[in-house]
Nanobody, 125 residues
Framework: QVQLVESGGGSVQNGGSLRLSCAAS????????LAWFRQVPGKEREGVAA????????YYADSVKSRFTISQDNTKSTLYLQMNSLKSEDTAMYYC????WGCGANWQNIKYDYWGQGTQVTVSS
């Protein structure tokens, strides 16, 4: 059973930065698609970024490209989301999600097997 625990959320002003972390109890010798999604109450969940743990591929939503960076540590036990130039529309609950095997261009629409409890990000003007 994979457990995902997010941290690093908080309140920041427009243009600020935050780094989210997700402690992931995954098998470092297996392949996973790890992703960050976000959701605002009353709206559908939105894929933010994803990576394949066994390869170099990373994926981003158009709305965050060039501002956000997804990465993992060398032990593959922690997933990060570095968020720069934050905007008020980035305000949301951010969730770490994991899926066995890999992910491709359809990473926003596939079914994930595990998810965390979320961490709130609030960007104010």
């Amino acid at each position: 059973q994979v457990q995902l625990v997010e941290s690093g959320g908080g309140s920041v002003q427009n243009g600020g930065s935050l780094r989210l972390s997700c402690a992931a109890s995954i098998d470092p010798y297996s392949a996973y698609c790890l992703a960050w999604f976000r959701q605002v109450p009353g709206k559908e969940r939105e894929g933010v970024a994803a990576l394949w743990t066994s390869g170099p591929n990373t994926y981003y939503a158009d709305s965050v490209k060039s501002r956000f960076t997804i990465s993992q540590d060398n032990t593959k036990s922690t997933l990060y989301l570095q968020m720069n130039s934050l905007k008020s529309e980035d305000t949301a609950m951010y969730y770490c999600m994991a899926k066995h095997w890999g992910c491709g261009a359809n990473w926003q629409n596939i079914k994930y097997d595990y998810w965390g409890q979320g961490t709130q990000v609030t960007v104010s003007s």
